[in-house]
């Protein structure tokens, strides 16, 4: 049997953005990653989120919170420590044999341990476990209420890990939910999903509060939006300024750089090449093929809209013409699929006023 392990037993972080640039202590335990785990984690994202892939890895843009709602430490670990579900977690089970596990377990007196590397997959949070690290910590929020140390110790975390990730969301797990209608969804079975109540609104609003340097993007606002069986969901996002790779010093502001959801019209057009369009100074304008939609976004950028089967472009409306930045290998611009029962999901960059 082979075991996935870090190689360190107690790693000190220096962290930057670490409050006094204080050493992060982040302590080696790690759960089992055996060939089994390994295939199971694939096969959970082939079947969930329809990714085929060699290694089991992720690409993280989000944080996500949780509590384990298990009183001690070792009760905690061992919950994530074997590689299959066991048969008393009778609310997901219908989703994989694949146990839960996260990167991070934070004891009750602050004590960061890792399980597994930050980029390797795991089963934590239904729809966007892709794309998430997951932080556990040991309580309940009841009898055994998150200590002042737990929260202190997932703010460094916190701010260590978007040092090291293009971090654009921290969200607590009660929260997964609304981004059910965001381009970042990948669930594709519309009925697995369970009720959470952690780490809680005023947590998480507390951590975001104190994290608000960090120029995290919106919650989304999922109520704004609507459930569609098939066609486009997405969200217009506005980047200008510095976005070139940087090493900052120590005490250095984070990088002066707009991220942010914005209200705009979204033209869908059938499918359409660079070739027929007008192409200048970064805007297209007399698009040949066929309009078939436009719409208005809410006031953080997203959208939902019914689509038939087919092909489409999406361009955004902006004051010098119709602005797209993605094309394919054919030239077709901000190219999108919609499939038969199936919703595409998308995130529209509107980036002429950044720096690469």
């Not at 939006?225 to 005490?251: A, F, H, K, Y």
Request: some cysteine; overall charge negative.
């Amino acid at each position: 049997m082979s075991f996935l392990r870090i190689s360190f037993f107690c790693l000190l972080v220096f962290c930057s953005a670490c409050a006094g640039s204080q050493p992060l202590e982040i302590v080696d335990k790690p759960i089992i990653f055996d060939d089994e785990r390994r295939a199971l984690s694939l096969e959970y994202m082939k079947a969930h989120y329809g990714i085929e892939a060699d290694e089991p890895t992720i690409d993280p843009t989000m944080v996500v919170v949780h509590w384990t709602a298990i009183p001690t430490f070792e009760g905690s670990f061992n919950a994530f420590y074997n590689t299959k579900l066991p048969s008393s977690r009778t609310t997901i089970k219908d989703g994989g044999t694949l146990n839960v596990s996260v990167p991070y377990l934070i004891d009750r007196d602050g004590t960061i341990y890792q399980l597994m590397p930050d980029t390797v997959f795991a089963r934590h949070v239904i729809g966007l476990n892709h794309t998430a690290i997951g932080i556990e910590n040991v309580g309940d929020g009841k009898q055994h209420p998150l200590t002042e140390a737990q929260y202190e110790a997932n703010k460094k975390l916190i701010r260590y890990l978007a040092d090291q990730y293009a971090i654009d969301y921290v969200i607590g797990h009660h929260e997964y939910e609304q981004f059910k209608n965001h381009s970042l969804w990948l669930e594709k079975d519309p009925n697995y999903l369970t009720e959470k109540d952690d780490p809680g609104n005023a947590f998480m609003e507390r951590l975001r509060t104190d994290l608000q340097d960090l120029n995290l993007k919106p919650m989304p606002d999922s109520s704004s939006q609507t459930d569609i069986r098939q066609g486009i969901q997405g969200q217009v996002i506005w980047l200008e300024g510095n976005l070139m790779p940087s090493i900052r010093e120590e005490g250095d502001p984070s990088p002066a750089t707009q991220a942010k959801g914005v209200q705009r019209t979204v033209y869908i057009y059938e499918l359409t090449s660079r070739e027929e369009a007008v192409y200048e100074d970064g805007f297209f304008s007399e698009i040949q093929e066929n309009l078939v939609k436009q719409l208005e976004t809410d006031p953080q950028g997203y959208f939902s809209i019914p689509l038939d089967t087919g092909q489409y472009s999406l361009l955004v409306k902006e004051e010098k013409g119709l602005y797209a930045n993605l094309f394919d290998g054919a030239g077709n611009i901000q190219p999108v699929s919609v499939y038969p029962d199936s919703v595409s999901r998308i995130e529209i960059k509107v980036d002429y006023k950044a720096v690469y």
